[in-house]
DNA sequence: GCAACATATACCCATATCGGTATGCGTCAA
DNA sequence: TTGACGCATACCGATATGGGTATATGTTGC
């Protein structure tokens, strides 16, 4: 089974360092295949491979310019993951306290859901 | 190479679905590994192992309670990733009509799909 | 058509990952 | 001490991943 497939999966296509720094720099405007490899030390083909994934969970667009195929951002798919994340919003800010307090509720009530 | 370690890495920890829902759980308060594996459907060696992940990149903390081991949330980590995406928020309202733009001024014409 | 260029894909490799089963280790109760 | 319980880890297998090189596909210009 390994990892579940990256594809269609927004999680983790952005689990991946390299294919941030690609969503990263295309806020700053589209760019063709080669700039983007060459702004992030990538190899073309590396470039590619990652924008395959990036093109196939939805994050970037691509549209042909003559020769090049210009990728863009579609952040649309983001949005999922700063809600999921928000829903911990209020637990990052005292997790500590929150922590203790459970263990103490746990330590006399072995209370389950 | 294969993909970077899931340890050391918040992205990485929460690409697997499984890993989100054992973070989901535990904001209902603390559990001991069993109670999670049994609530999420997991073997017991299952759940252990990715909880070890999510205690390696700090999402989790856990505590002895006598044969047990409680693990509860720590949520503090999460924060970098709502922010990363969050830098993406103005863009997933318009991603169309900028990605239009960027088109007409890139070349005048052209759009697929 | 042909050459040059831009990009995608095919392969191959080394490794990491998830899942399961078996097992080791610590803790508690009798 | 012994046995049951709770959990972690070791090990194994199947597969996916990232990276590199070579190559196929497609486009442009001559």
Sequence with gaps: MARAATTSDVFNAIAEPQRRDILALLRAGDRPVTELA????LTQPGASKHLRVLREV???RDR?????????????GLRPVHEWTG????FWNESFDRLDSYVRELEQTRQEE
């Design 38 to 41: 060459q702004e992030l030390g």
């Design 64 to 76: 042909k310019a003559g020769k090049q195929r210009v990728y863009g951002l579609d952040a649309r």
């Design 87 to 90: 829903g911990f919003e209020r």
């Design 58 to 60: 939805g994050l970037v």
